[in-house]
Antibody, heavy 126, light 109 residues
Framework: QVQLVQSGAEVKKPGASVKVSCKAS????????INWVRQAPGQGLEWMGW????????NYAQKFQGRFTITRNTSITTAYMEMSSLGSEDTAVYYC???????????????????WGQGTLVTASS | EIVLTQSPATLSLSPGERATLSCRAN??????LAWYQQKPGQAPRLLIYDAVTRATGIPARFSGSGSGTDFTLSISSLEPEDFAVYYC???????????FGPGTKVDIK
């Protein structure tokens, strides 16, 4: 069965960096996209960024350009979200989510998020 | 930039009642809209995609409608497990972006 298993909770000092992992299993890792979604305490969902694990291509929401980097290691079917210069505003649960693809006319487009990881709480606090 | 708004922010209903949730885009998104359900402490779950198609395993009491800028998620008869927060989401072909709306909380009256 499809599973996305994320790494455990992190507590970091402001200014530090953190790398959250998302281990995929139960499907061909390179055939689906990976997205990252943030949810601050008591707040809604924010889409952060997208990656095609086959090509390594990424795209980020404007708000998350610069300090946030999505990468992958296809040999171990794992995606990563690395965040630098953490501030208190980055305290949130971070989710990875599998993105379906729709292909037509020789082009493929990333679509909806059908499987999600369990979430990783990142706390930035002194 | 496409912005999604959802109304109402909170919907207070009783089990068995019909729920109607709205999602509006500031410009046309065609049928590129999805709905997700999130319960406390859980990851979101895909309910409806392409505005009207139920995801695998989603009960028939959930239905989606709309196109262009105005979309609706309907729950025909609320079950106890349906009390949750619902988010709409839009997508674009290229570059891939997937913004969410602010959410509607459906709580027990």
């Amino acid at each position: 069965q499809v599973q996305l298993v994320q790494s455990g909770a992190e507590v970091k000092k402001p200014g530090a960096s953190v790398k959250v992992s998302c281990k995929a299993s139960g499907y061909t890792f390179t055939n689906y996209d990976i997205n990252w979604v943030r949810q601050a305490p008591g707040q809604g969902l924010e889409w952060m960024g997208w990656m095609n694990p086959n090509s390594g291509n990424t795209n980020y929401a404007q708000k998350f350009q610069g300090r946030f980097t999505i990468t992958r290691n296809t040999s171990i079917t794992t995606a990563y979200m690395e965040m630098s210069s953490l501030g208190s505003e980055d305290t949130a649960v971070y989710y990875c989510a599998r993105g379906q693809r729709f292909c037509t006319g020789g082009n493929c487009y990333s679509t909806w998020f059908d499987y999600w990881g369990q979430g990783t709480l990142v706390t930035a606090s002194s | 930039e496409i912005v999604l708004t959802q109304s109402p922010a909170t919907l207070s209903l009783s089990p068995g009642e019909r729920a109607t949730l709205s999602c509006r885009a500031n410009e046309s998104v065609g049928s590129y809209l999805a709905w997700y359900q999130q319960k406390p402490g859980q990851a979101p779950r895909l309910l409806i995609y392409d505005a009207v198609t139920r995801a695998t395993g989603i009960p028939a009491r959930f239905s989606g409608s709309g196109s262009g800028t105005d979309f609706t998620l309907s729950i025909s008869s609320l079950e106890p497990e349906d009390f949750a927060v619902y988010y709409c989401q839009q997508r674009s072909n290229w570059p891939p972006v997937f913004p969410f709306g602010p959410g509607t909380k459906v709580d027990i009256k």
